[in-house]
């Protein structure tokens, strides 16, 4: 079965910019895959950041980006504030309707 | 304006049968690239997709809890249903259903509900 793999947690200093990566255990991310990025603060719905690799849902400061680097999708926050602090999840689509979620990065900003 | 409201059982005792009703507006689930879906969260671990249904009323489930689950519509409420049976404390999570749009083949989730959480307990 295969795994989308993110990094546990990350850091970045206030104003700094942060990569975070979403990954396959077997295999390569390209833009096939239609990845989506997703925050979730406790207590708020989650909400959208990018899909299809690289397009910002309405409302989305634009310091939220989405690529592919290497082989892996990646979600860059330029600029961190202190309100970015909080779980981000990727999202990969398999095939016949299929999509699995990333285990999710907790950000810190500090 | 599209919203989404998740409704349900707080409390289900194990091998019981959970029944979610995800109540939206400000949308049409005829309308073509339009679908519904069910994620999951249980506390302290990451989001989980559950089941998807589209505007053409087909339907796609979690490889691993395909057989536990049915969703369903009722386009003239605006409601879709999700259904999973022999609940164990396991499945005790925050629900969620997101309006997902469908990119041909990809798709994704565009507007969530504010979850509900259930709890499996004797």
């Known amino acids: 079965q295969t795994v989308v793999t993110q990094e546990p947690s990350f850091s970045v200093s206030p104003g700094g910019t942060v990569t975070l990566t979403c990954g396959l255990s077997s295999g390569s991310v390209s833009t096939s895959y239609y990845p989506s990025w997703y925050q979730l603060t406790p207590g708020q719905a989650p909400r959208t950041l990018i899909s299809n690799t690289n397009t910002r849902s309405s409302g989305v400061p634009d310091r939220f980006s989405g690529s592919i680097l290497g082989n892996k999708a990646a979600l860059t926050i330029a600029g961190a504030q202190a309100d970015d602090e909080s779980h981000y999840y990727c999202v990969l689509y398999m095939g016949s309707g299929i999509v699995v979620f990333g285990g999710g990065t907790k950000l810190t900003v500090l | 304006q599209v919203t989404l409201r998740e409704s349900g059982p707080a409390l289900v005792k194990p091998t019981q049968t959970l029944t979610l009703t995800c109540t939206f507006s400000?949308?049409?689930?005829?309308?073509?690239?339009?679908?519904v879906s069910w994620i999951r969260q249980p506390p302290g671990k990451a989001l989980e997709w559950l089941a998807l249904i589209d505007w053409d009323d087909d339907k796609y489930y979690s490889t691993s809890l395909k057989t536990r689950l049915t969703i369903s519509t009722d386009t003239s409420k605006n409601q879709v249903v999700l259904t999973m049976t022999n609940m164990d404390p396991v499945d005790t999570a925050t629900y969620y259903c997101?309006?997902?749009?469908?990119?041909?083949?990809?798709?994704?989730?565009?507007?969530w509900g504010q979850g509900t959480l259930v709890t499996v307990s004797s």
């Open positions: 997101a309006r997902t749009r469908w990119l041909q083949p990809g798709y994704y989730f565009e507007y």
């Open positions: 400000g949308f049409s689930l005829s309308t073509t690239g339009m679908c």
